[in-house]
């Protein structure tokens, strides 16, 4: 009995390190099996994984969170880029258009050339000329209009060109001049006050139709205006001279009645 004790205590102490720590676990488990674990053992345990899993965790998950983010970023910023310029384009595009809207149906800056319209307004003068004033009543007489050239070039001007002049005569009325005077319906026309002293060359009677309008300029003996390009339509018209607004010294509203 002594000698096999022995055989088998040599060869458990000559077995592989790997068996016997195998041997040893698998003992471990049989007492654990066998033997009862106890409440204390139980909660300490759980704490203890618990504690480690709260070290390790919010590592692990931060590490992911940061990562996730940096991609996402790399994404958006060529979208962010995109998404930018497409809202400075659309910006841009609004302003122009706004601009052209305002210059084409409300107001717009126009220079006076030459001085067919001494001295009420002379040349170089800078005005503001409005359009929304006819969309709402007639043109009135005296008031100081810009309007396209037609028919034929003459005296430099070409069709097309754009000139300023003031209404004289109104839709169906018979305008004519004699001995310097200007007379509406064979009445003489009050205008001393507008018309430059000098000649104002005879013209013989002419009637207007429901959209013309008999146009002088202020300085009658060089202005080009209807008694040699006719009557202008109301089709012509490009707007009302509004305000002076250069000279500095000069500035103004433009009104029959000053």
């Not at 698998?26 to 053992?41: C, I, N």
């Not at 841009?92 to 107001?107: D, H």
């Not at 509004?242 to 433009?254: E, Q, S």
């Amino acid at each position: 009995m002594i000698n096999e004790e022995e055989k088998v205590t040599e060869s458990i102490a000559d077995a592989p390190e790997a068996v016997i720590n195998e041997t040893n676990a698998a003992g471990e488990r049989a007492v654990t099996k066998e033997q009862p674990v106890s409440g204390e053992q139980t909660a300490g345990e759980n704490q203890a994984m618990a504690g480690k899993q709260g070290k390790e965790m919010p590592t692990v998950k931060a590490a992911g969170n940061t990562s996730e983010k940096a991609v996402e970023n790399a994404a958006e910023k060529p979208k962010s880029r995109k998404r930018d310029i497409l809202e400075t384009v659309l910006y841009l595009a609004v302003v122009v258009g706004i601009c052209l809207l305002f210059i084409r149906f409300v107001a717009y800056r126009c220079v006076v050339e030459g001085s067919s319209m001494e001295h009420y307004l002379e040349d170089k003068d800078n005005l503001i000329a409005e359009r929304i004033t006819y969309y709402f009543r007639k043109p009135e007489r005296f008031e100081v209009i810009i309007f396209k050239r037609e028919g034929e070039s003459r005296h430099g001007q070409e069709k097309g060109d754009s000139l300023i002049k003031r209404i004289i005569g109104l839709p169906g009325e018979t305008v004519s001049i004699s001995n310097g005077k200007v007379s509406i319906n064979g009445k003489v026309l009050e205008e001393d006050h507008y018309a430059m002293a000098g000649y104002t060359s005879a013209m013989e009677p002419v009637t207007l139709g429901e959209d013309e309008y008999f146009v002088l300029g202020d300085n009658r003996d060089i202005s080009l205006d209807s008694r040699y390009i006719g009557p202008v339509k109301f089709s012509a018209f490009e707007g009302r001279a509004w305000i002076r607004i250069w000279p500095m010294n000069k500035i103004m509203v433009i009104r029959p009645d000053n």
